[in-house]
């Protein structure tokens, strides 16, 4: 397309130098034949020295019997017509009019050059895209067709909570009167979040195969332009596109790109990007949330997004699309292997237990990975042998991209996770634990959710103290249990959350009878801000410090007394964790009392325990990485 746009361009540009040269040719060629008076050109007819003429308003060209032209100015009332048809000379006459459109062409012709180089480079710096040298301004929308291969929710697999949430839009679509009789207001859009290769693009574009209205698929990066205000006119566009065809749903796919912070940006501010975001947050008021079009958008980033996109009456929705869990990993698995002829001796659970970490992606790939394993020693069916080196295959690449877990990380991990829990539940102002997760998430390895009962409004001393020992509880569970030695820098983010809140108790919240009820917080900041600073003595530092140390101390120490006191719950929760990945609150009891948990679909019985099945006996290669300083498990 762009390519033909091009070159109709060119072709253009040619024809219009080409009839230039003509015109000029014409003209420059008479302006150099002899200029003849016009006595003279009468002289000359009457001598027959004229072979032919023509009249151009009162120029008027003849060729002489030299077969030179020559021009002469007819003055207005000469009759040189008559003289000429008398005398048989071939006349031939040039409208008077044509002429002057001549003139205006030939001075229009630069500007139309002009204009003609501006749009090839406007075209050639949008990177000669699909809107082309025209497309400024229109949006870039495209709406998907079951022609390119229509997805449902049956192509989705292990993100249930997501897709319910999204069958429910769905049904909105389908039937906006059922709810929107009782008053009740259809949301106008929904967020997708969650790290990449979860399936989130899948997602949106099976909501398009099951609605059966016209879904608009856009991307953010298609909205960031080198000019201004073209990516906010794409904006407007777009949603008089969608207005036309409501009901319908509006897909804009990685939206950060569009939707970043305002005044976040590099050498202040980015007037464009912050256009087109203000463009997008105009529009997305503009509707009425039952016109009947709903915005989706995707994020793998959105701590990045501008708080306006996610105030209410905007994405009222938030749907997570986290990484698969053990359960999530066997079905999405079973999803992709619908297209491989499977050999006999292929456990998808087992591949997914031995698939930690992995995303709905990196499962796609492993089970395509595995086809051409087989495929290249010859076999009719993917065996499990190939989906085992498959597996390293993928884990080398995915290293790089998601937070693939060896089984080693995974059950030190687990210990840890469970040290947390452990603690937490155990010690009576803690929060109450709801989610334990050995799912690797957002730069953690796993964590340990628990929620205060109600809204907090202050902190006392003793659940400061009982926080702290729950915090310290992942580094303690990884010395009770592999040693002094072998512990990781998994704790590092619980031992700077430990910190944070220690020197706060100090320095703040006047907890510690040794420093006493003085906020020298407000000393330390008083080095660089506006408040008046005081200067802190040597002495009185040093005794913060040792305070500090102390009371993370303390809650090592006690969160280790807890877990030697409780070992064998411990123990069996750390187990539940990596048979489940993730467990509720009320699964983490069940769990740490040694009570089936009677999930329908448990079926352990033919399950080999985790160390004894013939993927994790794969000896590993390599060796425990260190991880990067931003990756530490989190506490709470
Ligand atoms: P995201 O947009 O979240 O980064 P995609 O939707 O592009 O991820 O996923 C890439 C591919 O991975 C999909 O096309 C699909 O083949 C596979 N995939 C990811 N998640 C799932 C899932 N939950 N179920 C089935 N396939 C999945
Ligand atoms: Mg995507
Ligand atoms: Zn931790």
């Known amino acids: 397309m762009g390519n033909a746009r091009n070159l109709a361009f060119w072709v253009v540009l040619f024809v219009l130098v080409i009839s230039l040269f003509n015109l ?129 929710f049956d192509d989705v697999a292990g993100i249930d909570e997501a897709k319910e949430e999204l069958e429910e839009i769905v049904e909105f679509l389908r039937n906006p009167q059922k709810f929107s009789r009782l008053g009740g207001k259809i949301p106008k859009g929904a967020l997708l979040v969650g790290p990449p290769g979860t399936g989130k693009t899948l997602l949106a574009r099976a909501i398009a195969g099951e609605a059966g209205v016209p879904f608009f698929t856009i991307s953010g990066s298609d909205f960031v332009e080198m000019f201004v205000g073209v990516g906010a006119s794409r904006v407007r566009d777009m949603f008089e596109q969608a207005k036309k065809n409501a009901p319908c749903i509006l897909f804009i796919d990685e939206i950060d790109a569009v939707g970043r912070a305002r005044g976040a940006g590099y050498g202040g501010g980015n007037d464009e990007r912050e256009q087109t975001l203000n463009q ?90 595995a086809a051409l394993m087989a495929a290249r020693v010859g076999r009719r069916f993917v065996a499990m042998l190939d989906f085992e080196q498959a597996k390293d295959k993928v884990m080398m690449g995915a290293e790089r991209r998601s937070m693939v877990m060896t089984d080693a990380q995974k059950e030190m991990t ?38 205060p009962e109600m809204d907090r409004l202050n902190m006392f001393r003793d659940e400061c103290h009982q926080r702290l020992a729950m915090t310290m509880a992942g580094k303690a569970a990884e010395v009770l249990k592999y040693g002094e030695d072998a512990v990781s820098n998994g704790p590092s983010g619980d031992i700077q959350q430990a910190s944070q809140l220690s020197r706060a108790m100090i320095m ?66 750390a187990q539940g964790l990596l048979e489940y990945e993730t467990l509720t609150g009320a699964e983490i009891k069940k769990v740490m009392a040694g009570e089936p948990l009677g999930r329908d679909d448990d079926g352990d019985a033919d399950v080999p325990p985790a160390s004894g099945n013939s993927v994790t006996a794969i000896p590993k290669t390599k060796p425990r990485k260190p991880k990067a300083p931003d990756m530490e498990p989190e506490a709470t």
């Open 24 to 152: 000029f040719g014409n003209g420059a060629g008479t302006q150099q034949s002899n200029e003849k008076s016009y006595s003279e050109f009468v002289q000359a007819v009457d001598a027959g020295a004229v072979a032919e003429a023509r009249l151009d308003g009162e120029q008027l060209f003849y060729r002489g019997s030299d077969n030179r032209t020559y021009v002469t100015i007819v003055p207005a009332d000469a009759e040189v017509t008559n003289m000429l048809v008398d005398k048989g000379v071939p006349l031939t006459a040039e409208a008077q009019e044509q002429s002057g459109l001549a003139t205006f062409l030939v001075g229009l012709l630069p500007f139309l050059l002009l204009i003609g180089v501006w749009i090839y480079f406007m075209n050639r710096m949008q990177g000669g895209g699909k809107g082309g040298a025209m497309g400024f301004g229109k949006s870039r929308a495209k709406l998907l067709t079951e022609k390119q291969g229509r997805v449902t």
């Open 280 to 369: 997008l947050l105009v529009e997305m008021d503009g509707f009425e949330a039952n016109e009947g079009i709903i915005i989706v958008a995707a994020t793998n980033r959105r701590d990045v997004l501008d708080p306006a996109l996610l105030r209410p009456g905007r994405f009222d929705r938030q749907v997570t699309v986290p990484n698969p869990d053990i359960k999530g990993r066997e079905k999405i698995l079973g999803v992709h292997a619908r297209k491989v002829p499977l050999g006999p001796d292929v456990d998808l659970r087992i591949i997914a237990r031995g698939t930690p970490g992995f995303s709905g992606a990196d499962l796609a790939n492993l089970v395509n990975e």
């Open 414 to 451: 687990a210990y840890h996770e469970a040290g947390h829990a452990v603690v937490g539940i155990t010690l009576p102002k803690c929060d109450p634990v709801y989610k334990a997760t050995i799912i690797p998430r957002g730069g953690a390895l796993g964590m340990v959710m628990s929620l």
């Open 508 to 573: 703040r919240w006047g907890m510690s009878d040794k420093v006493g009820n003085i906020d020298y917080a407000e000393a330390h900041e008083g080095y660089s801000g506006n408040t008046a600073g005081f200067s802190v003595s040597t002495q009185t530092k040093e005794l913060i410090e040792e305070e500090v140390k102390a009371f993370i101390e303390q809650g090592y120490e006690e969160a280790k007394r807890i877990l030697t006191e409780k070992k064998d719950e411990w123990e069996r929760l």
